[in-house]
């Protein structure tokens, strides 16, 4: 699989930190799947975050599937599965409405990104060493 990446400058125009590792990575996802290298990353002292900006979407077609055609016996139905909404289920639908809003305020609409240090976008990738590579390029490491 190619890896197709953007790395841009988004908080300042400032110069690249040198430090030799990130310290905070944020890897955006709409889909589950495995991150690569988290372990490691916070084995070098990153902070590592994995927001999933899918979960409202997931909720809502968990409690849509398979509801009655009738319009009124639909809504009823529907009426009781919100009703049998965990504060779990709660919880996480909240997480990702605030995912996705630090998603957009980064300017992210391709998943899977991974943000190092709220300043560069690396797309199409779940491997933090891939990340870190290209930042360690954009930043002439």
């Not at 009823?76 to 919880?91: F, N, P, Y």
């Not at 980064?106 to 870190?132: F, K, L």
């Amino acid at each position: 699989m190619r890896v197709t990446f953007a790395i841009l400058l988004l908080l300042s125009s400032a110069a690249a930190s040198s430090a030799d590792w990130p310290k905070v990575i944020e890897i955006f996802i709409d889909v589950p799947v495995k991150v690569k290298g988290v372990k490691a990353a916070r084995g070098r002292g990153a902070v590592v975050e994995i927001l999933d900006v899918s979960a409202a979407t997931q909720l809502e077609f968990r409690l849509s599937r398979n509801l009655p055609s009738a319009q009124g016996a639909a809504i009823r139905q529907g009426r009781k599965r919100l009703r049998s909404v965990t504060a779990k289920e709660k919880s996480e639908v909240l997480d990702g409405v605030r995912a996705r809003y630090r998603a957009e305020g980064y300017g992210i609409d391709v998943y899977p990104s991974i943000v190092i240090d709220g300043r560069y976008i690396v797309s199409n990738t779940t491997s933090i060493a891939d990340a870190v590579h290209h930042w360690r390029r954009f930043n002439g490491q």
